[in-house]
């Protein structure tokens, strides 16, 4: 049964930061419903309605191109050990990006991603709670370093390379907002 909440309890927050692994899904007007995964240490509640991720460079950058259009995002996280639970975060979101005024600040809450694309701020309008029943049991292993090592081995300028060829437009052809240095 799903339990609706106007912000995150001191439990929820708790359960938010036992978990390595997180899904975000956005959609434009128009085009595709964007749903991906994030894992690393790049999640933080910085209040009751307010939390924020930061996003490493892809393959894509749908969340970005999407906000622009429509600013909702619904954040998900799953426990898939011990007490089953499936925790949604609904609300308004935004995009920070190097070289925006609050970067530099919020970046400071993580710790250093080498090729760190954006953040997302999302001001939460709704909490909801649902029982996981149907969500498998799985152990954690650990954080891949993959994302790490490639962007280690393009450098910075290649990054901002991959940027202008992969990152400035959805798949759909929507802008990113992505700056480019």
Known sequence: MATQHPELTARLTAFIERQPMFFVATAARDGR??????????????????????????????????????????VMFCSYEREPLILRLYGTARAVHPGDPDWEERCSAFPPMRGARNIFVLDIDLVQTSCGYGVPLMEFGAQRELMDSWAAKKGEEGIHRYWAEKNLESIDGFPTGLPLP
């Open 33 to 74: 419903v964007n749903v991906s995964p994030k894992g690393l240490d790049s999640f933080r509640v910085l209040s009751p309605t307010q939390v924020m991720f930061l996003n490493g460079t892809g393959s894509g950058n749908e969340t970005a191109a999407h906000l622009l259009d429509t600013p909702r995002m619904t």
